[in-house]
């Protein structure tokens, strides 16, 4: 681990749970190098999570955290900024855990423009109960409760945020870790809800039933498929079938929730 990282982890934790070749440790140390870029108050962040895979990050981090209920993970990231509205809160949760049982929350954490720094580790399964489809594995795609391919169409988790009111949505994957460092950063600037999707690998549940290779070929996976806007662009329809955008996806201004509400609360005080 580099130096300039160690102190935002507890290394007594170390070594993780997840499987080899996992994608998270790739975005938690992302996110440790943009929380080291913008030096951001350690005793005044908190990292909040759910459960799965991807709600074990929280463990491992020396901040304050909350790893919570299936679901729950922005509820309880919500009430933390409403009533201490001075801390940075970040939100670390899955595919599954924040688009199924955790749906509603997500949505309106989005419609009412919290100051909460989302990163969805998004592996397209539920990794951790069983290898089961989640509302983003693709159509056609293999889990234990799928066997003979997923038959559901998957949310494009990106435009939902953004028809619900989040004011910053950016998307990377584990391969492209800069961009990934960058849209942390970014996200954590913007004065509302940020959501920062991460298309990552689980090389176990997801991999095997699809016959997707070794991680390594998982992760150049990413590289040939997650493009830029710039070069999306230039791609004929026909080009653009199996590619997804990386970078920036949204960014707008809008009332900040926690901000309406003091305001509200100095005028009833007569302020």
């Not at 080899?20 to 005044?44: D, F, M, T, Y």
């Amino acid at each position: 681990m580099l130096p300039e990282i160690e102190q935002y982890f507890r290394l007594e934790k170390l070594p993780h749970m997840w499987c080899p070749g996992c994608g998270n440790g790739i975005i938690l140390h992302c996110l440790a190098k943009a929380v080291g870029k913008l030096s951001i108050n350690q005793e005044r962040t908190v990292m909040v999570s759910g459960i799965g895979c991807a709600a074990r990050a929280s463990s491992y981090l020396d901040f304050d955290t909350l790893h919570t209920t299936h679901g729950r993970a922005l509820a309880f990231a919500t009430g933390v900024k409403f009533a201490k509205p001075e801390l940075n809160v970040f939100v670390l949760t899955g595919d599954g855990d924040c688009t199924a049982i955790g749906g509603n929350h997500f949505i309106h954490a989005a419609r009412r423009n919290i100051n909460l720094t989302t990163i969805v580790f998004n592996n397209n399964i539920y990794g951790m109960t069983g290898g089961q489809y989640s509302p983003m594995t693709p159509n056609a795609c293999r889990a234990t409760t799928s066997p003979y391919g997923n038959l559901e169409r998957p949310f494009n988790m990106a435009e939902l945020a953004i028809g619900a009111g989040a004011t910053f949505v950016g998307r990377a994957t584990s391969f492209h870790t800069k961009i990934l460092t960058d849209l942390i950063i970014e996200g954590y600037k913007n004065s509302g809800f940020s959501l920062i999707e991460v298309v990552t690998h689980c090389p176990t549940s997801f991999g095997r039933q699809n016959k997707m290779g070794s991680p390594a070929d998982m992760l150049k996976w990413q590289r040939d498929h997650g493009i830029t806007v710039m070069k999306y662009n230039k791609l004929t329809d026909e080009e653009r079938a199996d590619k997804f955008i990386v970078g920036i996806l949204h960014s707008s201004k809008a009332p900040e929730y926690t901000a309406e509400y003091q305001k509200l609360v100095e005028k009833f005080q007569g302020r």
